[in-house]
């Protein structure tokens, strides 16, 4: 049976919600329908009692938890997208397994993902209630026909990391600059293994992402890339043919070696006033203050308004700068702010995004 939503920005939002806490299930609808905008239409216990009772609802959204007995989150996330697709936001643990069963549930469908701040029974998931109902709004309104796997254009499947054959080394006098929030991860996944080993560039990403889970996708980004990606660290010397996804929780900048040619990666919990940490726009900025002319912003999929302003900042420095559109963005608001800024100079398609990125940094329109 395939679900016909109807949700606009007007109306109420009818939430499902999976766990197989009691608790958990009752501490999830009271955060969600203290916003006046989401009702939580139903709950259930397991992934076969949510199958069964998706037959008779039709919510907008489902929260869903990962680990649950008789049918798990990841069990019933691939039943769901088969049958009755829905956006689906995962919650999941803070650990290293929480984490790879979290990105194959972005793999197989999934809009989004909410941790648990201490495990399976989080006495303190009101810690998460902005996250929460924030994540759940968005994915609401989310575009399913773009979390499926698409191939770039003009490019073969890409090796795994095996045969990387690291063309270029040493210091980077050229970035790209990449930021995203929701429907990040799989995104970049059509976009990071399809970048050539040979790219004569940087990359700098920032995704919103806990901290305990950046270090995990940096990992699965660079298993199924030709590039060399790694979690940032702090002193660590920019060098072409690589690229650097902030961890959670710092932001993370770039200047210049006061030893010696390029730059190096620092990382702070400053600004503290920020909405986001780490942060697209203070990454961004550090960028065009240091690359200028030699540097390439790119802003991708996810809900607000972070790496706009800073993106204007890079234009003027002479960069060139690339936006996702709106047909193959899961959520626009990035993009969007970027564009109504008038400091994009393409706007492109996932699916043509890493030939853009390329022909960018060789200076090509």
């Not at 939002?13 to 299930?25: E, G, H, L, P, Q």
């Not at 054959?165 to 040493?170: D, F, I, Q």
């Amino acid at each position: 049976m395939k679900h016909n939503r109807l949700y606009t920005s007007s109306s109420r939002i009818k939430v499902f919600v999976v766990d197989d806490s009691a608790f958990m299930r009752k501490a999830i609808k009271n955060i969600l329908e203290s916003d006046s905008r989401i009702e939580v239409i139903g709950t259930a216990r397991n992934g076969e009692d949510a199958l069964e009772k998706l037959k008779e609802l039709s919510p907008d959204v489902v929260t869903l938890d990962i680990s649950m007995p008789h049918m798990d989150g990841l069990t019933a996330l691939q039943h769901i997208m088969a049958e009755t697709p829905l956006p689906v936001v995962m919650l999941s643990s803070l650990t290293q397994e929480g984490a790879v069963e979290t990105f194959e549930a972005l793999e197989l469908g999934a809009v989004d993902f909410i941790p648990k701040p201490s495990g399976t029974i989080s006495l303190d998931i009101d810690k998460q209630k902005n996250e929460i109902i924030t994540k759940v709004k968005a994915a609401a309104s989310a575009k399913l026909g773009n979390i499926k796997p698409a191939k770039p254009e003009v490019v073969e499947q890409p090796p795994m990391a095996i045969s990387k054959r690291k063309v270029y080394t040493g210091i980077s006098d050229k970035t790209v600059a990449i930021g995203v929030s929701t429907g990040g991860p799989q995104t970049l996944m059509k976009i990071i293994p399809y970048l050539p080993d040979n790219l004569s560039a940087s990359l700098l990403i920032v995704q919103h992402m806990p901290p305990s889970f950046t270090s995990a996708f940096a990992e699965r980004l660079n298993q199924n890339s030709q590039l060399e990606i790694k979690e940032a660290e702090a002193g660590d010397v920019v060098e072409k043919g690589k690229g650097y996804l902030a961890p959670g929780d710092y932001h993370m900048s770039v200047v210049k070696r006061t030893l010696g040619k390029g730059t190096i990666i620092r990382l702070s919990k400053e600004p503290s006033n920020i909405l986001h940490r780490p942060s697209v726009d203070v990454m961004m900025s550090s960028v065009a203050k240091v690359y200028g002319r030699n540097a390439v912003g790119v802003i991708l999929t996810g809900m607000g308004s972070d790496g706009a302003k800073a993106m204007v900042e890079l234009k003027r420095k002479g960069g060139k700068t690339i936006a996702q559109d709106e047909a193959s963005s899961i959520i626009f608001g990035m993009p969007k702010a970027a564009i109504e800024m008038g400091c994009v100079d393409k706007v492109v398609s996932v699916r043509g995004m890493a030939q853009a990125i390329v022909r960018a940094v060789k200076g090509e329109t």
